[in-house]
């Protein structure tokens, strides 16, 4: 019996061993060991490059008919693009448009192996871009007419013209101020951007565009507009003398038309009032005088805004002939309240000395008549109004101010001598007297109803000129 039993255990091992045998034949071995490259071209935008795969054993052998998989990193995603067959050499080629942004030329191939040969992968291979020189320039009109408004470009180019999108920066210089960032735009997919604007100044413009991965940056040229003026400059003889006290141009003005607003005093402008156009004992007080703010055609051609302070009971004349000197475009030099002028001692008020050297248009000054101490002046009253005193001077005791040039020269705009000049019959026309005529040319009064002139005059005004 146990002989028996070791025949059937040698029988079984015997069979086992012929079995194993039978799975794992003599002389087989392990899939070998593979290495794929992918190498691609340094190329530009926009345009193809070639990229190339070698699949190959570790003994540098080709492995041919090999299927590689071919894929493309797009937006952080790995995306598949082709799949290419390794020839003899164990090569393949094929080509592809690289991107702007380098991001998206990351490849990478990938061999999955067959039964002889292990897979492989190249890693991911980034093709890098050369970039061209771009362009950038700023294009506008070279003039606008002010208040109106004009489109500005800026135009982004590679040097092979293709448009370039992007956000670029818009510098802007007012007049002789520094330079100043503007703007931000980006230009679009034709490499543009559009910003309409309205300047009231003289203008000056320029962009800078940064580097890309595809396009070098740049700078452009300076593009300047002029801001032209909607109106007719004022044209002197070339010999007549410019005004003494030199004014900084007004605030361009608010609205359409004159846009005449007609208020109360404000705090601000009564503080600024007190000490200087105003102060205890005149005859006037707050309650009694209103403020105008008004636009005026200047000298310059341009629409300013001005004011002026006057009384109640005759702020509506001054409102009207303002008005109407603005719709006929009879200029007015400047529009500043007196109290800009600081005090007088001389004349125990506003200095109007100044203000009629910087040529301004004033109306209330409580003060003395020019030339005159001791005399209250009809301003004092806030009913009347002294318009461009430069070009119309006035006869004091101490003679001609605030010149003698203009005595016995008019203007057809600016400077009257008669009655008949425009500027006298628009104001008469608003119930305002050219009192004193030629005497004192720039002065007229309000007037209330039959043509009695509203004034209070201290007696020693009665006959003469009262400034």
């Given at each position: 019996m146990h002989n028996r039993r070791m025949s059937l255990g040698r029988l079984v091992v015997l069979t086992l061993t012929l079995l194993l045998g039978l799975g794992s034949p003599a002389g087989a071995a392990d899939p070998v060991p593979?290495?794929?490259?992918?190498?691609?071209?340094?190329?530009?935008?926009?345009?193809?490059?070639?990229?190339a795969v070698t699949l190959r054993t570790e003994d540098d052998s080709p492995v041919v008919a090999a299927q590689v998989l071919l894929e493309r990193r797009v937006d952080g995603e790995w995306r598949s693009v082709e799949t290419l067959v390794t020839d003899d050499e164990g090569r393949a080629e094929t080509s592809r448009t690289l991107a702007r942004?380098?991001?998206?030329?990351s490849f990478r191939a990938t061999y999955a192996g067959d039964a002889t040969h292990a897979p492989a992968e190249s890693g991911r291979v980034e093709v890098p871009l050369r970039r061209r020189s771009s362009a950038v320039r700023v294009r506008a009109p070279k003039r606008v007419v002010d208040e109106?408004?004009?489109?500005?470009?800026?135009?982004?180019?590679?040097?092979?013209?293709?448009?370039?999108s992007g956000r670029v920066k818009l510098f802007r210089r007012n007049g002789g101020g520094p330079w100043r960032l503007y703007r931000r735009p980006t230009t679009g997919g034709q490499g543009q951007a559009r910003i309409s604007v309205r300047p009231r100044t003289d203008t000056r413009w320029k962009a800078t565009a940064p580097r890309l991965d595809?396009?070098?940056?740049?700078?452009?040229?300076?593009?300047?507009?002029?801001?032209v003026p909607p109106g007719v400059p004022v044209r002197l003889p070339g010999n007549a003398p410019r005004p003494r006290v030199k004014l900084p141009d007004q605030a361009r003005a608010v609205g359409d038309g004159a846009n005449p607003v007609v208020t109360r005093i404000p705090d601000k402008v009564w503080n600024h009032m007190t000490g200087r156009s105003w102060h205890r004992g005149c005859p006037v007080g707050r309650p009694q005088l209103r403020l105008l703010r008004i636009n005026y055609w200047a000298f310059d051609?341009?629409?300013?805004?001005?004011?002026?302070?006057?009384?109640?009971?005759?702020?509506?004349?001054?409102?009207?002939?303002?008005?109407?000197?603005?719709?006929?475009?009879?200029?007015?030099?400047?529009?500043?309240?007196?109290?800009?002028?600081?005090?007088?001692?001389?004349?125990?008020?506003a200095d109007d000395y100044r203000s009629m050297a910087a040529d301004?248009?004033?109306a209330f000054n409580c003060r003395d008549?020019?030339?005159?101490?001791?005399?209250?002046?009809?301003h004092s009253y806030g009913r009347s109004l002294d318009v461009n005193p430069w070009e119309n001077p006035y006869r004091a005791s101490h003679g001609w101010t605030p010149n003698s040039w203009w005595v016995s020269r008019s203007h057809p705009r600016v400077a009257w001598r008669s009655r008949s000049h425009e500027v006298v019959r628009v104001m008469a026309a608003h119930g305002l007297r050219w009192t004193y005529g030629t005497?004192?040319?720039h002065h007229f009064d309000a007037r209330a109803g039959h043509g009695r002139v509203i004034r209070a005059r201290a007696p020693e005004c009665a006959t003469e000129v009262c400034h």
């Open positions: 593979t290495t794929l490259t992918l190498t691609g071209e340094r190329s530009f935008a926009d345009t193809a490059t070639p990229l942004d380098a991001a998206d030329n109106q408004s004009v489109v500005v470009r800026v135009v982004w180019q590679a040097g092979n013209g293709q448009p370039v595809w396009v070098t940056g740049d700078r452009s040229s300076v593009h300047r507009i002029d801001n051609g341009y629409r300013h805004r001005g004011e002026v302070v006057a009384h109640a009971d005759a702020i509506g004349n001054m409102r009207g002939a303002l008005v109407a000197m603005y719709e006929r475009r009879l200029p007015i030099r400047s529009m500043y309240r007196v109290d800009r002028f600081g005090y007088s001692r001389r004349l125990r008020g301004n248009t004033s008549v020019v030339g005159r101490p001791g005399v209250r002046s009809p005497t004192d040319a």
